[in-house]
């Protein structure tokens, strides 16, 4: 009962994230297209730098989860 309780709250969420639908806004595309090759790499260097500590930060949690998980299990 209680993961149901928590998938229907997580898909509520996810439903309701209005930002999440506006990230093929017309303007960005714009931009990013009128770009020469230099501007898009250059783009694209950017995308990873935000993306690789948010990404290192949750799978250590994660890593660090499942060790507890397994630790408590054994």
Not at 44 to 61: E, N, Q
Request: some cysteine; glycine content about 6%.
């Amino acid at each position: 009962m209680r993961v149901k309780l928590v998938l229907a709250a997580f898909a509520a969420i996810l439903v309701s994230a209005q930002g999440v639908f506006a990230q093929g806004c017309a303007l960005c595309y714009a931009s990013a297209s009128a770009l020469g090759a230099s501007g898009q790499r250059s783009l694209d260097y950017g995308i990873l730098v935000l993306l690789t500590p948010a990404l290192v930060l949750f799978l250590t949690v994660m890593f660090m989860l499942y060790r507890r998980a397994v630790s408590a299990t054994a």
